[in-house]
């Protein structure tokens, strides 16, 4: 069956602009999460849905970070007024309630 | 908020050898991950934990509870099995995964 998807794979972005990363989770899957991966370090957590619902927002590290899951399966994840530390690789995984978790390939942003 | 140390950083070993990689987390935990991430690829969970051992093929994960640690063995390893292996815990107040910094295992053929 399909995995999780992430779209785009790779993003450049300019300095200020804003952007806009989707996931796909599994089918059924109830929760999402989302995380960020700096280059050489260990993926950190940002955000949690479970369906609709914004659970926990804790991870987000600025007001510009901002994510939505309004039907409970697609997520995005926003980011506006990018800056160079945004550059990371963001994660999306999903799983069923508190089960294994599933996760994409990422979408690498890199912010020139 | 759990801190979760892994050991070693980096691990290099020649083919054949009998790999650990060991995980230790600060406070009480409901589950945790064993992934594994090649070089520019996705994150692929190999164990999901909260008591005891389990085995898929050449990998071996164990946890200790009381202890607050963990282990990962691969026996007879493989040049294949060179990625990333990351621990990560879920619990201590968390909704999403807290994630050790990675071990990079080299395997030579």
């Known amino acids: 069956g399909a995995g999780v998807s992430q779209s785009p794979r790779y993003k450049v972005a300019k300095r200020g602009q804003d952007v806009a990363l989707r996931c796909d989770p599994i089918?059924?899957?109830?929760?999402l999460f989302w995380y960020q991966q700096a280059l050489g370090q260990g993926p950190e957590f940002l955000t949690y849905f479970q369906n609709e619902a914004q659970l926990d927002k804790s991870g987000l590290p600025s007001d510009r970070f901002f994510a939505e899951r309004p039907e409970g399966s697609v997520s995005t994840l926003k980011i506006q007024r990018t800056q160079q530390e945004d550059s990371a690789v963001y994660l999306c995984?999903?799983?069923?309630?508190?089960?294994?978790?599933?996760f994409g390939p990422g979408t690498r942003l890199t912010v020139t | 908020k759990n801190e979760v140390e892994q050991s070693p950083q980096n691990l290099t070993a020649q083919e054949g050898e009998f790999i650990t990689i060991n995980c230790s987390y600060s406070?009480?935990?409901?589950?945790l991950h064993w992934l594994q991430q090649h070089p520019g690829g996705g994150i692929v969970s190999l164990f999901m934990?909260?008591?005891g051992k389990k085995k898929h093929g050449r990998l071996i994960a164990t946890i200790n509870i009381q202890e607050k640690h963990s282990s990962l063995h691969i026996t007879a390893s493989h040049p294949r099995d060179s990625a990333v292996y990351i621990c990560a815990v879920r619990g201590g107040g968390a909704d999403g995964l807290t994630f050790g910094k990675g071990t990079h295992l080299i395997i030579q053929p």
């Open positions: 934990l909260s008591s």
């Open positions: 089918s059924g899957h109830v929760s």
């Open positions: 995984a999903s799983s069923y309630l508190t089960y294994e978790q599933y």
């Open positions: 406070v009480g935990i409901s589950a």
